[in-house]
């Protein structure tokens, strides 16, 4: 029998590089949200991958980005930190032949975290001077003793095989700690509530500022249906106008495709309700932040 194996695995990077692609790519099942806008994962999730033997429990970060700012983005910087310093292995994200200042800072974290690092180059089916990778692959070599550099398309699940093997081959001999049929430690209320928002960063992408959140105020099941109630939180009344769209468009494009991916996430069918409150200056509350599960994580 062979022997198990489990182990921490943390996915960073600056923001923007597909960090939540590349973590469904891997579980081959959605379960953090993704949109083209940066800083669109705000929290800490977890993926649960396993095949046979080896389990590994991926750890999902918001992007590491410049200056503190607000305090929604002192969470989430705290939440990024803290994985790297948790887990067993981290996975650093690069964009194609892009090296960034952004990218610099995440390495001096990971440097300072002391664990194994596999550097994955994302996006290499975006790059069209094929042969300017390996050259780019040797200058990353030089930055860090990185435990092997990986290029592959998240997006595309070109070379995700390979990335896994050499994941594997670094996780520590540790009993499993999750069910093997089980992909996250999120309750279904949190996954519902990413939905939404991922629906309002895709419709609102260069509309609405990050100041939005969404509360699941109902989460009720009466015979094959779900019954579920969404707030959605933003900080100024012009921002409520542009959500709800002319004559309530919008939102109800939103609730429309936020209800097609419930339904395919809880295995029945969904009736959803959303509304929109103005809660001003709630990104830069602590205690606005902790009542939405914000601070969890530090």
């Known amino acids: 029998m062979s022997t198990e194996r489990c182990g921490m695995v943390a996915i960073v990077g600056r923001p923007n590089v597909g960090k939540s692609t590349l973590l469904n790519h891997l579980l081959g099942q959605k379960i953090s949200i993704t949109s083209r806008k940066p ?4 929290h800490r999730i977890l993926g649960v991958s396993t095949h046979g033997a080896a389990q590994i429990v991926y750890v999902d970060t918001p992007g590491l980005h410049q200056g503190e700012g607000k305090a929604i983005n002192r969470a989430m910087n705290r939440a990024a930190l803290s994985a790297v310093r948790d887990v067993d292995l981290v996975l650093m994200l690069v964009d194609r032949l892009q090296w960034l200042e952004p990218d610099e800072q995440v390495l001096a974290a990971v440097r300072t975290a002391g664990k194994p690092v596999l550097l994955i180059i994302n996006k290499t089916d975006q790059i069209e001077q094929k042969d300017a990778l390996l050259p780019h ?78 509360q699941i105020e109902e989460f009720r099941q009466e015979g094959k249906t779900i019954h579920i109630s969404a707030l959605i939180l933003v900080e100024k009344a012009g921002q409520k106008a542009i959500v709800i769209g002319r004559a309530g468009a919008r939102l109800k494009l939103i609730g429309a495709e936020a209800r097609i991916d419930m339904e395919r996430l809880l295995g029945t069918k969904v009736m959803l309700k959303l509304w929109v409150k103005v809660k001003s200056g709630w990104s830069d509350d602590e205690r606005a932040l902790k009542s939405l599960g914000y601070q969890e994580e530090s």
């Open 39 to 42: 800083q669109t994962t705000r």
């Open 137 to 214: 692959i040797a200058a990353l070599q030089a930055k860090y003793p990185f435990a092997a550099i990986v290029p592959v398309s998240a997006l595309k699940g070109h070379n995700l095989e390979a990335l896994e093997r050499e994941i594997q081959t670094l996780l520590p001999e540790a009993p499993h700690l999750f069910p093997p049929d089980q992909i996250t430690d999120r309750s279904e209320r949190f996954m519902v509530a990413e939905i939404v928002r991922e629906k309002l960063m895709r419709q609102l992408g260069e509309e609405l500022p990050y100041a939005n959140a969404v």
